[in-house]
């Protein structure tokens, strides 16, 4: 099964941890744990995403499309990055999410995906 | 003539023969799905008949294989039906394929109910619909008499199940018993939902509502599944033995119309052999060393059943054994019976004081058994005023009418009015 695991930080720490990494670069942590996930076997992709000061929100409403800055909602804690992967079953996702180093600094939410019936990559 | 009494523990006896079968059939069927609702869907039929001809007509030798065979060609008609209807249900045909080959060797499922049991008490599904989702699933009950049992209105319970089952189906919550590293914590959650159950039945001094009642049995046959399964898991052992020490003064509960507290019971009308198979399993359990919540609490009901031997419960163990509970678990029920059992020990002075230190825990202002305590301590003091007052608030903090008329006796007694 696929699993989304979604990592939410704090956006002020997050910060922290870009100004001693470089804006563009993993931290060592996150380089080792992602380095896990391929030689498992598991990882399907994954990124980090930019913080939410440069999200830009998109809505059609009665064939209008609204254009809003910012996030969909501004919490604290804000989607950071994600990892997609593919293993067996729930428990299996969960201790890969208990490992990721977003897990220690911020939560992780599991979500499985949809098994789409007309997957065009499944032929 | 059979007598009514022996007649209605034969179709006890039958209907729980056929929720055995039925729990084994549905773990099986939907170990590798994942889908509970289609194994349940698959055998409702031929689980239905088995409820109303089982108890008339006996209980048939195989009683999987009666089941497989009234289930199988329902189960395989639905597959054809939906693998029209819908793309990606390929399990559905997998589940009547594996129908198909059970029963052609019935006696040879393998019993799959622990795994399911730790399904559904995952810790991704909601605390509170876990024990409900054994009782159904393992045990066949429906969501009417989850719902009663749970004073849940029977359509909340319904769809609280179905959520419960589309995430384990939806979420790929697997069935199986966990490894060493996470058994223990995993297992506390299997133990609890097991213990909500029995809760649930015994919560009825009465045994008034069957629906209830039955609940402990079944609780307790749960806790007999986990013990055969897991014979090394000493909290395993621990919470048998304390649903057994329960059970085993049921009887002695309530008189012709009242509640009889623990210390007025007469012994002899507990049931000795439960008592010692429960003090047999502690034994067992102390010998793999490693102690818990549910083995502390059935050594304190142990050392009530001592009584026995000593005329009177072994207090000085029980406060000794509440000290242990309290570090495990800070809960402000055991620090009330702990203070209770500390009367015991060193006085009704030293019993109050330990209640007016945990009196600031905010939980305690409409906790019932803290005031009832309370109330029954000030009493012995001598503080009729302060008595008088407890166990008012303790009235009215209790909701059933039995312990509440139990209560209101001991107020009258005090003679304040």
Known sequence: MKYMLLIYVDEAKGAQVAKQVGETAMSAPYIAYTEALQKAGVIVGGDRLQPTSTATTVKVADGKTQVLNGPYAETKEALAGYYMIDVPDLDAALSWAARCPGAAHGTVEVRPLWTMASDPRKG | ?417
Not at chain 2, 132 to 144: E, R
């Open chain 2, 1 to 417: 003539m059979i007598p009514e009494k022996d007649e209605r523990a034969a179709r006890a006896a039958a209907e729980s023969a056929a929720r055995r079968s039925y729990g084994k059939l549905i773990a099986y069927l939907a170990a590798r799905s994942r889908d509970v609702a289609a194994a349940e869907d698959a055998l409702a039929e031929a689980f239905a008949r088995a409820l109303s001809d089982w108890p008339r007509n006996g209980v048939p030798q195989n009683p999987e294989a009666w089941l497989l065979t009234a289930a199988r060609r329902r189960a395989i008609d639905a597959a054809r039906r939906r693998k029209s209807a819908a793309m990606g249900e390929e399990h559905l045909i997998l589940m009547a394929e594996e129908l198909e080959e059970a029963a052609s060797n019935a006696a040879a499922i393998p019993d799959r109910r622990l795994a399911l049991m730790f399904a559904c008490a995952h810790p991704a599904i909601e605390a509170a619909v876990r024990a409900p989702l054994i009782l159904q699933c393992v045990l066949g009950f429906d969501a009417v008499a989850i719902g009663s049992a749970f004073l849940v209105a029977p359509a909340t319970m319904g769809q609280r199940l179905v959520r419960a089952k589309t995430k384990i189906r939806a979420a790929g919550i697997p069935f199986r018993v966990p490894e060493p590293d996470e058994l223990a914590q995993r297992l506390d959650s299997v133990l609890d939902a097991v213990y909500a159950v029995f809760a649930e039945g015994w919560s009825d001094p009465f045994g008034a509502d069957l629906k209830r009642r039955e609940l402990s049995g079944e609780a307790i046959w749960l806790g007999r599944l986990l013990v055969a399964l897991m014979p090394d898991q000493p909290e395993a052992l621990g919470l048998l033995a304390l649903m057994l020490h329960a059970e085993a003064r049921r009887n002695a509960r309530r008189d012709a119309e009242a509640y009889v507290p623990l210390a007025d019971q007469a012994m002899s009308l507990w049931d000795h052999a439960m008592i010692e198979e429960a003090d047999a399993l502690l034994l067992r359990a102390r010998v793999l060393d490693a102690i818990g919540r549910y083995q502390l609490e059935a050594a304190v009901q142990s050392a009530h059943a001592a009584r026995r031997h000593l005329g009177r419960s072994d207090w000085k163990a029980i406060v000794m054994l509440y000290d242990g509970l309290l570090a495990l678990t800070q809960s402000p029920v055991v620090a009330v019976n702990r203070a209770v059992a500390l009367a015991e020990v060193e006085g009704t002075a030293a019993g109050l004081a330990a209640l007016d230190a945990i009196a600031t825990d905010r939980r305690m202002a409409e906790y019932q058994p803290y005031w009832a305590a309370r109330a029954n301590l000030l009493a012995r003091f001598g503080d009729r005023e302060g008595a008088d007052e407890a166990y008012a608030l303790a009235i009215g903090l209790e909701s059933d009418p039995v312990l509440r008329a139990f209560l209101q006796k001991k107020r009258t007694a005090l003679g304040t009015d």
